[in-house]
Structures are given as C-alpha cells and as structure tokens.
C-alpha cells in the first residue's frame, strides 16, 4: 500500500542510498538504506535542495545546509498539520508514508458504531494520534520520550483535534501496559510503532524480533469485549508482512476471533516511477475489510 495523497511530501528520485524529498518548500536529502540502486542524476547537485544528511563513519551523522531554511517548519496531510523538524539521525518527526495507516484507521473508527478508546504505543510525534482524534476517538499516547510527546501535544493543536480527548503519557510502554492491566483499564483499539532496537535506562536490552510476541500478548489484556482494530507497524528489517501476520492471528485473533491482514507500505517516487518500500504493517480488525 502506498501513501498517494500527500501536497506537501513526496519523494523526487532516489538513488545510492539516498532519496530526495520535498518537504512542502523546503527540499531535503537522507540516507536510506533500502536505495540500492543508481540514481537517474547527482542528487546532491539538485539546485533547490537545502540540506543533506550525511553520516559518520564513527555513526550518527549530521546535517549539512545548502541554502537557508528554517529550523522548523509546516506540512499538512489532507486535514492534519505537523511541525517538521530534522533531528539527528536524519529524522524529520514526521513518517510520510505512515499516511495509508492514519487514513485506514480513520475509516475504522468513522464507520464504528461506538465512541473508540484507542492505545497508541511508541506513539513519537502523533501522527496516529492526531488522525484518531480528528475522528473523535479518545486516545491514550505514550511514549518515552518527553521532547517527542511534546513535539505531538503540539501537533495535536496545529491539526485542530480535541486535545480534550487526549492523553499524554511519557513512560515505558510495556510497564505502562502492565499498570493499565492492573488498573482494570480497556481500549477498543491499540496502535504500536515499536523501535527495531534500544536500551533501557538501567541497560536493558530491547530487540524487536525478540519482545514483539510477548508485547502484543500483554497488550490483548487491555482490549475491551469488543475492540475495534489493532495495528501494529514496523521498520526492521527481517520482520516481514507476514511474520507480523501471524503474530497477531496467534494473539489478538486467536483471542477475540476477526480479522488479520498485512501489508508493506510504500512512497512513489517522481523521477524513476517506483515504489520506495517503507517498512511493513499489520493490522487485526472486528470487521473484514473489503479492497
């Protein structure tokens, strides 16, 4: 699934590890590991770019200005508003292609009978969140880091969602989900974008491939009687749409019955006309879902 209905972002060309984007006026150049591929011209000589991350060979990186730009700036997404802003390790704040999600999940939550709950986990800069919001689900978002849940209080405002409906948690998702199971709290609805790989503040150890399973089987324990939808996305590599397939069939559907399907989400490019693959989702739903 590709996301094909962006103003504001798209992916110019790619190549050599890198892809060229724009950024509503402001034109941006990041590694990305998946290019492997020539590009079709010197992305680096593209006359409007204003900045290039490049990497260290002692890792992270930096970036480096080609024009002047501003440190942060405004992307809209149909009704949704987001601050830009590159950080280190070549990240904006923003996962363009994560589009086909929010709009998946909207059409789930405008189409229910109900007033939905939703768990949002590992929930960075709200772009989920924003999108349930504006669909008038509560929404729970929690994430561990405080520059990153502030940065989505921010756009929760900017899109104009009922920040009423919101809740802002800065915390450990897997003890927060202990703690709300223990508290007796449900959701109809969990959303979950979990790291590849990371340590805890005592040196734990955190692998995606190793903690996904046991994670999404604590999480079934806060779904309501009747949930909605859970969705879980994922950018490491090896974790195919089919591997989070079976994690949710063996989990949320072997619990609650319904539907599991998977899929990899993707960016068109404009110079070379090819999809740029952008990591892979997975999603459970009450309700199968036609197209």
């Given at each position: 699934?590709?996301?094909?209905?962006?103003q504001?972002?798209?992916?110019?060309?790619?190549?050599?590890?890198?892809?060229?984007?724009?950024?509503?006026?402001?034109?941006?150049l990041?590694?990305?590991?998946?290019v492997?591929w020539?590009?079709?011209?010197?992305l680096d000589e593209?006359?409007k770019?204003?900045?290039?991350y490049?990497?260290?060979e002692?890792?992270?990186g930096?970036?480096?200005?080609m024009?002047?730009?501003p440190?942060e700036?405004?992307?809209?997404?149909?009704?949704?508003k987001?601050?830009?802003?590159?950080?280190?390790f070549k990240?904006t704040g923003?996962?363009?292609?994560?589009a086909v999600?929010?709009d998946y999940m909207?059409s789930?939550?405008?189409?229910a009978?109900r007033?939905?709950s939703?768990?949002?986990?590992?929930?960075y800069t709200g772009g989920?969140t924003?999108?349930?919001l504006?669909?008038?689900?509560k929404?729970?978002?929690v994430?561990?880091a405080?520059a990153?849940?502030e940065?989505a209080?921010?756009?929760?405002?900017l899109?104009?969602?009922p920040?009423?409906?919101?809740?802002?948690?800065?915390?450990?998702?897997?003890?927060?989900?202990?703690?709300?199971i223990?508290?007796?709290?449900?959701?109809d609805?969990?959303?979950?974008d979990?790291?590849s790989?990371?340590r805890g503040?005592?040196?734990?150890?955190?692998?995606?491939e190793n903690?996904l399973?046991?994670?999404?089987?604590?999480c079934?324990k806060?779904?309501?009687d009747?949930?909605?939808?859970?969705?879980?996305?994922s950018?490491?590599?090896?974790?195919?749409?089919?591997?989070?397939?079976n994690?949710?069939a063996?989990?949320v559907?072997?619990?609650?019955?319904?539907f599991?399907?998977?899929?990899e989400?993707g960016?068109k490019?404009?110079?070379?006309?090819?999809?740029?693959?952008?990591?892979n989702?997975?999603?459970?739903t009450?309700k199968e879902?036609n197209?």
């Open positions: 699934m590709k996301a094909a209905d962006w504001d972002y798209s992916v110019i060309a790619t190549g050599n590890g890198y892809k060229l984007e724009r950024w509503g006026k402001i034109y941006l990041r590694p990305d590991p998946q492997i020539d590009s079709e011209f010197k593209y006359k770019l204003s900045a290039k490049i990497r260290s002692t890792g992270g930096k970036w480096v200005k024009a002047q730009f440190e700036w405004t992307v809209s997404y149909k009704d949704l987001f601050k830009v802003k590159p950080m280190g990240h923003l996962f363009p292609e994560q999600n929010w909207r789930l939550i405008k189409n009978d007033e939905i939703v768990l949002n986990l590992f929930a989920a924003c999108a349930c504006k669909e008038g689900a929404v729970c978002h994430d561990s405080k990153m849940v940065r209080k921010e756009n929760v405002v899109s104009g969602a920040d009423e409906k919101a809740r802002f948690i800065v915390d450990d998702c897997r003890k927060f989900v202990e703690r709300e223990r508290r007796g709290r449900k959701y609805a969990i959303i979950m979990p790291p790989y990371g503040p005592n040196g734990e150890t955190w692998k995606l903690e399973f046991s994670l999404v089987k604590t079934v806060v779904l309501s009747r949930p909605l939808f859970f969705l879980i996305n950018y490491t590599t090896g974790l195919q749409p089919q591997v989070i397939k994690v949710l063996t989990t559907q072997k619990e609650k019955g319904g599991v399907s998977a899929y989400v960016l490019t404009e110079e070379e006309g090819i999809i740029l693959p952008c990591g989702s997975g999603i459970w009450e879902i197209g």
